[in-house]
């Protein structure tokens, strides 16, 4: 057995789009499964490994011997954290297939190939705020900025004033860390350890008359953000996992003799952007809630596909269905699926049993065997195949079909 990945974006996507993934499994004999499918993995601190996104291929089922190539969209969430390599905040796109056990009933075989994959945050997505001009009076100092939005390597014009001090020091702090709580460690991870601010940049002067200090943002600083994946699914309830980064500026005032040796100290937090945005973007946001649900492999199927096979006909017995299916289309398909789910009470499905097909010819009538102990009104056959045709046939079990 062979498995083949491909991202069809190049190893990049960004948070909002949809990353198309081939696929390609050949089975060197007759071969059955319990699942398939790909899962998007990043690796926290505090667990092994952190499933945030996933999309099925195939269900339980039995393929015949050959090759099945499968082409998928799996949607990046808003919410998703963006890769952060220097806290080795990385993704891994996995494609994952379930087998019987063949000597233990009660485990599954697993077989999985991985391939690295890049997420990046649209700047266009981002709610920035326009800038703001900062003034503030604290014991005897005056601090002025035009403004509180910067971009790397610009440089930052401090104006103050002062009447009691002899010297004046500002420091550009970045303060930058995971984000990690999982009830494994208790309400924080322990793993994390709390980082200091780093300091980016330091300016001082002891002439009180220049009036301003002059404080460049490094080339190479990282934007200012906050983000935070929470899941939805049950098994990873309590968990959290994210990362920050916050700029701000230290200033720090020597008194003169007169008024004291008590340093005055303080805090001014500033943004960093990766490029001069002043306008929000309306209508998106980076943490909105995004539809969880790639597009169906069936959504926009035009009507001459549903031409390509036929139900002949549909016999059954106590616990279990036969299906006729033919292919009237006018080439031969390659790599054919089709997964029969029963139809109770025209709302509810039953669980679904796929079959695999290496090849079906032209005119071939295949036989499909579908097995049940539940009463239903019609079956529904997903047709797929290695050109990406997808069919989706709905059949009341009772209709005469000759």
Known sequence: MKLDLNDLNNGTVYIGDRLGIKTKFIFEEDTSILWAGIRLMTYPPCAKELQ??????????HFEKGQYIRERSLLIKGNIVPTIKKRNLEYELKLILRQPHPLNPNDDLVINKS????????????????????????????????K????????????????ILRQIEIRLLQKANLVCYCEAYGQSC???EEL??????????????????????????????????APKEKEYWGMR?????????MIIGKPKPEYGKESIKFEVPITVVSK????????????????????????????????????ISIDSDLERYILKIKNTSKEKLEGVTVKVTGLQEGLFETAPILTGFKSWDKGEEKEIKYETKQNITALISLLEDNAQKSIRIQTPVASDFF
């Open 148 to 163: 509180d939005i910067f971009k790397p390597g610009e440089t930052i014009k401090v104006n103050f004033t002062s009447e």
């Open 52 to 61: 945030v996104a996933k999309e099925d291929i195939f269900s339980k089922g």
């Open 241 to 249: 996992f994210g990362s920050y980064m916050k700029w701000s500026l």
């Open 190 to 192: 322990r793993k994390v």
């Open 276 to 311: 001069p945005l002043s306008e929000k973007k309306l209508g998106v946001d980076l943490f909105s809630p995004v539809s969880s649900s790639a597009p169906s492999v069936f959504d926009g199927v035009s009507s001459k596909f549903q031409k390509i096979f036929k139900v």
């Open 196 to 229: 200091p601010p780093a300091i980016a940049g330091d300016v001082k002067t002891m002439d009180m008359t220049k009036n301003f200090l002059l404080l460049k943002i490094p080339e190479i600083a990282d934007p200012s953000h906050n983000y935070l994946w």
């Open 115 to 146: 391939e690295k994959i890049e997420i990046k945050a649209k700047e266009s997505g981002l709610q920035i705020k326009n800038p703001n001009p900062i003034a503030l009076s604290l014991s005897g100092l005056n601090i002025n900025l035009s």
